[in-house]
């Protein structure tokens, strides 16, 4: 599955690829966050080629 995660000091950005493994988001930015979220709700062919490159 791909990981969407808040754009934080330490952590995610080691781990997740910005639209390619996943979604980082600016800090406390919940619009983005649900939109990311949605999409790949909506896209199971979104989700798919994401969690391969993890």
Do not use: Q
């Amino acid at each position: 599955m791909p990981i969407i995660s808040f754009d934080i000091a330490t952590g995610p950005r080691d781990i997740i690829e910005d639209e390619k493994s996943g979604y980082l988001i600016e800090d406390n930015n919940l619009n983005e966050y649900a939109n990311k979220l949605k999409a790949l709700m909506k896209d199971e062919g979104l989700r798919a080629d994401m969690g391969a490159k993890r």
